[in-house]
């Protein structure tokens, strides 16, 4: 069974400084994985998505890194802004009985102050 | 507008009742799937869907049922064998019927509570 774990679970920084969001998950054999945001109360909505073969995705502000063999993948925010303030969750995608499924870590609280 | 509805936005059970929560899609998706959040957990699968007519148990599918009779519906229904059911309900969907992977899109989600 997969466990993912994200540290820290809560992280509040000044407005500008950079954010380095960290999970690990135990069964290095996955398809890919994502990045979500959840915001309070709210869906979760997709960040990035990074293949299994890549070893970084980039999106705007935002940069992932996967390291497969030792199960881990950063999440980069570069220059944060109040508006970053959520919660972000890892997800490794799994084969499972020949199913794809996801299994989620419980998030990184994110609180960026103006 | 394409995207994923859920409705309610919040439900209230009552002891011994069955509810059922809705999750609507215009995405054209063919795999959807149902996940339950607890407060400092991760999301939990509880049914997913990757074709009309058919759906598999995912990890805690107990006190719960599915139906899929369309492509752009998928309902829960939490039965009264769910002895904790207070959770935030999140349905998600994705492209492929073969489920390689792709990018799951979610809905807002329904928070259930209990009398």
């Known amino acids: 069974k997969q466990e993912v774990t994200q540290i820290p679970a809560a992280l509040s920084v000044p407005e500008g400084e950079n954010l380095v969001l960290n999970c690990s998950f135990t069964?290095?054999?996955?398809?890919?994985l994502q990045w979500f945001r959840q915001d309070p109360g709210k869906g979760l909505t997709s960040l990035l998505l990074?293949?299994?073969?890549?070893r970084e995705q980039t999106s705007g502000r935002l940069n992932a890194s996967l390291d497969k063999s030792s199960g881990r993948s950063t999440l980069y925010i570069a220059a944060s802004q109040p508006g970053d303030s959520a919660t972000y969750l890892c997800?490794?995608?799994?084969?499972?009985?020949?199913?794809?499924?996801?299994?989620f870590g419980a998030g990184t609280t994110v609180t960026v102050r103006a | 507008d394409g995207g994923i509805t859920q409705s309610p936005k919040y439900l209230f059970r009552k002891e011994g009742q069955n509810v059922t929560l809705s999750c609507e899609q215009n995405?054209?998706?063919?795999?959807m799937y149902w996940y339950r959040q607890d407060p400092g957990q991760g999301l939990r699968l509880i049914y997913y869907?990757?074709?009309?007519?058919?759906?598999q148990k995912g990890d805690i599918a107990e006190g719960y049922s599915v139906s899929r009779e369309k492509k752009e519906s998928f309902p829960l229904t939490v039965t009264s064998a769910q002895k904790n059911p207070t959770a935030f309900y999140l349905c998600?969907?994705?492209?492929?019927?073969?489920?390689?992977?792709?990018?799951?899109?979610f809905g807002p989600g329904t928070r259930l509570l209990v009398l």
């Open positions: 998600a969907s994705s492209v492929a019927k073969t489920g390689r992977g792709e990018t799951q899109y």
């Open positions: 069964d290095s054999a996955i398809y890919n």
């Open positions: 990074i293949q299994s073969s890549q």
């Open positions: 997800a490794p995608n799994r084969v499972e009985s020949n199913d794809y499924k996801l299994s």
């Open positions: 995405l054209n998706h063919d795999a």
């Open positions: 869907s990757q074709i009309v007519n058919d759906f």
